[in-house]
Structure formats: structure tokens, C-alpha cells
């Protein structure tokens, strides 16, 4: 535990009353949420209990990463990484503000006096790796350079169907429509180009595993791309797909490589295949 968010209590006082009068640094709301979503703990013990009666010597603690609810993928002074599940979104939407994984990774931040950034985003029901800053330098220099620096992106994606041939490249311009469909358009003067390199890993006479690696990085470009290959993502009912086997979005971000733009090492980041995605071939 980070000494510097560690607070030793002298006299008996309830705990939001001591963590508003130690915690200055943050607005009362936020000293709530690390409350709520448990980054609080009394002598090692986590606490949501407001109104719970500190005495002296106890020692009141902020931020326990192992009680942290993702796993953390890379973590340093600039930059966290982690592996978001599917159906969580990656940011606030109108109607939901607090059930982000930005959210989560934001108060963990906050209990070691740390900020949150925006690098990049992953569709609600796609898991896998999320990148996150934690100034808003290094996220302006990210986003900025995100095709420099980035060298490789991969995705785990179960279609419909079989490709007709095991590897290839999908090129296309994509434009986004006002209700926010993306779809091909010939004209490269209103798209942008997309391309999406494929490599099917196995397939039944129903379904196919691939592995997907982005060159360009283009609103929902594997979705579209597959889609319009005649093989949609298995439960992608927005761009065609018909079957729900698993309930949920086939499609997991598992690798993710880019050069660190302060240290210039090369940073590679690899999630596992979902033990779902793997079950689903072995017992169809």
C-alpha cells in the first residue's frame, strides 16, 4: 500500500466525516465513490459503511490494487492498461454515467492521487485490452501519433459461416451515416480508407475463429469489414448477424503493441482467447 494514501486516526470520528477532513483534495462526491465502490479500507479491511466509527490507531487506507475489479495489463507512471469485459462500456454514454470502465479505473486512480485520460475506446460488448492515460499530455501525444507508435492491434473475432480463403486483406473506404451505421462507400472522398488483415485459426461447418490485425483504425472497421464479407461477428445484430450463440459480441481485443512515446520501448500486451471462445469450438 502507497504510504502517501495512508491516513492514521487520532480520535473517534465516523469515516465519510474523517475522509472529507483528510481526503481536501477531492469533492465530497468523489470521497463518496471510493466509499461505494470499494477503495476504502480500515486496517486492511475494506469499508462502504459511512457511518462506521473509527477509533484511535486505526489506519485508514485508499486504493488496494488487488481489490481492483479488472485485470490490470501494465501499469506505470503514465500510462494503465486493462482487460475490460464485454458488455461494459469503455466511457459515459448519455444514459449511463457511472458502470464505465473508465469509471472504475478512475477511482482506483483516485484512491493514489492520480487522473484518468481517454486514449482510445472499445465498443460496449467488445472485451479485451483498454488504454488508458494518466495526463493529459501523454494522451495528446497517443492520440496524436497512434500511428506511429502503435505496431500492432489484434482482435479474436468468431464469424458466421467460413471465409473463402483462410487469410486476406479487406480494403474498403468506410463512411458513417447520422445514425451512426458504417458501411463501404466507393468514393474515397467521402470514406477513409480501412484495412483489415485476417487469419482463420479454426472453423466448423457453422462458424470460424480468425484473428484479426487493424492497419487502420476506423469506427467499428472489423464489424463492417466481416459483415460485408458476407460473415458477420456472431451477435452483431447491428451489421446482420442472425445468431446469439453466446449471448454476447464475438469479438475481443487480445493484442496490443506500441511504442512507449516517453520511454520508446516497445510495450506488447496479450490477453488470453475468452475460455468462451474457446469452449465454443470444442463443444459445437
Known amino acids: ?9 487520532l480520535k473517534e470520528i ?15 462526491n468523489s470521497v463518496k465513490s471510493l466509499l461505494k465502490y470499494g477503495q476504502v479500507f480500515v486496517n486492511g479491511e475494506k469499508q462502504t459503511q459511512f457511518d462506521f466509527l473509527l477509533k484511535p490507531n486505526d489506519v485508514v487506507s485508499l486504493g488496494e490494487r ?8 501494465y501499469e506505470d507512471d503514465s500510462l494503465i492498461a486493462i482487460h475490460k469485459p464485454s458488455g461494459l462500456l469503455s466511457i ?10 473508465y469509471h472504475v479505473v478512475k477511482l482506483y486512480l483516485n484512491g493514489k492521487g492520480e487522473k484518468l485520460f481517454v486514449v482510445h475506446r472499445l465498443d460496449r460488448d467488445t472485451s479485451g485490452i483498454l488504454l488508458f492515460a494518466k495526463s493529459e499530455e501523454m494522451k495528446h501525444m497517443l492520440q496524436k501519433y497512434w500511428n506511429t507508435v502503435t505496431l500492432k492491434r489484434g482482435y479474436l473475432a468468431i464469424i458466421e459461416g467460413s471465409m473463402e480463403r ?9 463512411k458513417e451515416e447520422k445514425n451512426t451505421m458504417v458501411h463501404s462507400t466507393k468514393s474515397e472522398s467521402n470514406g477513409k480508407l480501412a484495412i483489415t488483415r485476417y487469419q482463420v485459426q479454426i472453423k466448423n461447418k457453422d462458424f470460424s475463429l480468425l484473428e484479426v490485425f487493424l492497419e487502420t483504425g476506423r469506427k467499428n472497421q472489423i464489424r463492417v469489414h466481416l459483415s460485408e464479407s458476407g460473415h458477420p461477428i456472431i451477435g452483431d445484430s ?9 449471448h454476447r459480441l464475438g469479438l475481443h481485443s487480445h493484442v496490443l503493441e506500441f511504442i512507449h512515446p516517453l520511454t520508446k520501448q516497445v510495450i506488447h500486451l496479450e490477453t488470453p482467447t475468452p475460455k468462451e471462445f474457446e469452449h465454443f469450438f470444442t463443444e459445437i
Open 166 to 174: 483462410d487469410s486476406g486483406i479487406i480494403r474498403s473506404f468506410l
Open 92 to 101: 459515459a454514454s448519455e444514459t449511463e454515467k457511472e458502470k464505465t470502465a
Open 66 to 73: 488487488n481489490d481492483f475489479p479488472y485485470p490490470i495489463l
Open 238 to 246: 447491428k451489421y446482420g448477424s442472425k445468431k446469439d450463440p453466446l
Open 14 to 28: 465516523p469515516l465519510l466525516e474523517f475522509l472529507y477532513e483528510e481526503v481536501s483534495n477531492k469533492s465530497k
Open 1 to 9: 500500500m502507497d504510504k502517501k494514501n495512508e491516513f492514521h486516526v
